[in-house]
């Protein structure tokens, strides 16, 4: 998987972590905030 069809495939998934973050926190900043950690992870591991 190259590059720009890695950031593709984020995009594509980041609204179905965003949804799981807000089930998982009690406010949306907390959820953006956790949809930000997670997603660093993953370009970290990539």
Request: contains cysteine; proline residues 0%.
């Amino acid at each position: 998987m190259n590059k720009n069809e890695f950031h593709d495939k984020i995009a594509e998934v980041s609204k179905t972590i965003f949804s799981y973050c807000m089930s998982r926190t009690s406010t949306r900043e907390d959820a953006e905030d956790l949809l930000q950690d997670i997603l660093c992870e993953l370009v970290k591991i990539r």
